[in-house]
């Protein structure tokens, strides 16, 4: 079965300081995995894909995620939060051949 | 280049009726899927069409079904409308196969079943 689950409903920090969004996911197969984000009233945007290249994965905006087979995780950070990075995120796993599993979501608040 | 267009924006149907909604994927792209964001179920995937087939589908009952023309536009029908069926509904395409290629959304279209 596939599955994928955020961690955290709801993230808080504060602007400047570092920020972890945490993913676990399940798979038969080695997935293909996603951020996303979504910001009030606009569509979802990529951030970051891991297709079975480099485990650490670069995106957009100072996002990288890291992924880490032997604990099944797919975690998203930032090092230093803008007040512009709050959103909603989703981590989405994608197995060979197979839909796309979303996560439930997590609210990134960054406080000023 | 003009991004994903998605029409209409927002929907008002009763119970029983039915719905077509439309999406324009960016002009080159190939690749259209379809996604249902609810509060309670969150975003899932309802199919994939490239080149005009259906190449992959997610968990939803028949009354839900797709199609896509030569020009790349794709539509989503759904039938006997439910008060489950309000959503709003995401299209996203792509150069490629969704998984190979970076998908980019629609604002997407906004349905009220009452």
């Known amino acids: 079965a596939q599955s994928v689950t955020q961690l955290d409903s709801h993230v808080s920090v504060s602007e400047g300081t570092p920020v972890l969004l945490r993913c676990n996911y399940s798979?038969?197969?080695?997935?293909?995995l996603f951020w996303y984000v979504q910001h009030p009233n606009k569509g979802l945007q990529l951030l970051l894909k891991?297709?079975?290249?480099?485990?650490l994965v670069k995106g957009i905006n100072g996002f990288e995620a890291e992924f880490k087979k032997s604990e099944t995780s797919f975690h998203l950070t930032k090092p230093s939060a803008h007040m512009s990075d709050a959103a909603e995120y989703f981590c989405?796993?994608?197995?060979?051949?197979?839909?796309?599993?979303f996560g439930t979501g997590t609210s990134l608040t960054v406080i000023p | 280049k003009a991004g994903v267009t998605q029409t209409p924006r927002y929907l008002i149907k009763t119970r029983g009726q039915q719905v077509t909604l439309s999406c324009s994927p960016i002009?080159?792209?190939?690749?259209v899927s379809w996604y249902q964001q609810t509060p309670g179920q969150g975003l899932q995937f309802l199919f994939e069409?490239?080149?005009?087939?259906?190449?992959n589908k997610g968990n939803f009952p028949g009354r839900f079904s797709g199609r896509q023309f030569s020009n790349s536009r794709s539509e989503m029908n759904v039938s006997t409308l439910e008060l489950g069926d309000s959503a709003l509904y995401l299209c996203?395409?792509?150069?490629?196969?969704?998984?190979?290629?970076?998908?980019?959304f629609g604002p997407g279209t906004r349905l009220l079943v009452l």
């Open positions: 002009s080159g792209h190939r690749s």
């Open positions: 891991y297709t079975s290249a480099a485990t």
């Open positions: 989405v796993v994608n197995p060979p051949g197979n839909q796309f599993y």
């Open positions: 996203a395409s792509s150069l490629g196969l969704a998984a190979q290629e970076t998908q980019y």
């Open positions: 798979s038969s197969y080695s997935p293909s």
């Open positions: 069409y490239f080149s005009e087939t259906q190449r």
